[in-house]
């Protein structure tokens, strides 16, 4: 099994929503801000290539949105596409996409407008794996989230039957597993992935960046603080245990680390 990390651009959150009640004074230590307390985020994808699957865990934001969501302040987009190309592959080899979630930063890139305005798939071969629950969310959105999607990033892959909705653990390919985490959102999909040699957690949102692992530092984005604590508790156990490496898909300068655990404080293994 081989791992690749794909990037395809950049945003901007408040550093104050990003670690909730967290003092600026710790938090800005481990994650740098600008003079307006904007935090830079990166949109990190996993690619994982088995034996006889092409899998991309989260799809970035995409290219269709830019005009009207300039006060996330992206940067520095690129299309997944040219991200895959750089690696040897193409949009139409990918198999099978998982999203942890259906945020815009995490599946815009799943489709795309064509020159006569008309959206497209991104991955047209590919299996769209989605937690039925967060499906269910996006369509019916609390007022907390319902400016956290857009129906056109998931209904041309609706459309086109290429949407596999889930709602128990399963294994898409030898060592990809993928379970659910409450919290952040309805039913996050965390993507676990052992081959024998390597040993990554996908944890999407629930741990965004490594300054982000230790127990306590939640996101004020989270819906549910306690459930969003008792998930990332889980994940970070089952690292130390496992000797796992978290994936993190919004820290611009750490891809993953492995977890260490004193007591009952993690913390990033340097």
């Not at 088995?50 to 969501?69: E, N, P």
């Amino acid at each position: 099994m081989d791992l690749f990390n794909i990037e395809t651009g950049f945003f901007l959150v408040d550093g104050g929503a990003l670690f909730g009640v967290v003092p600026k004074l710790a938090w800005n230590a481990e994650y740098e801000c600008d003079e307006n307390n904007f935090c830079k985020l990166v949109m990190r994808s996993l690619l994982i290539k088995s034996k006889d699957k092409l899998i991309l865990v989260d799809a970035g934001v995409g290219i269709k949105h830019q005009d009207v969501m300039s006060e996330f302040g992206f940067s520095g987009l690129k299309p997944v596409e040219e991200e895959l190309k750089r690696l040897g592959f193409s949009c139409s080899d990918v198999t099978d996409v998982v999203l942890t979630h259906l945020h815009f930063e995490h599946c815009g890139g799943c489709t795309w407008i064509d020159y006569d305005f008309k959206l497209q798939m991104t991955f047209p071969n590919a299996t769209h794996w989605v937690a039925e629950e967060q499906w269910k969310a996006m369509l019916n959105p609390s007022a907390r989230e319902e400016n956290s999607f857009f129906l056109a990033d998931m209904m041309e892959v609706f459309k086109k039957e290429k949407l596999k909705w889930i709602n128990d653990e399963q294994e898409i390919a030898d060592g990809v597993r993928l379970a659910f985490a409450d919290g952040h959102t309805k039913a996050q999909i965390v993507v676990y992935v052992n081959d024998g040699k390597e040993n990554i957690i996908f944890a999407g949102d629930v741990v965004p960046t490594a300054a982000n692992v230790p127990l306590d530092w939640l996101s004020a984005y989270d819906l549910d603080q306690v459930a969003a604590l008792e998930a990332k508790r889980n994940i970070l156990e089952f690292a130390v245990k496992n000797g796992s490496k978290l994936f993190f898909c919004h820290d611009k300068k750490v891809v993953s680390a492995k977890i260490a655990k004193a007591k009952d404080f993690y913390a990033v293994v340097e």
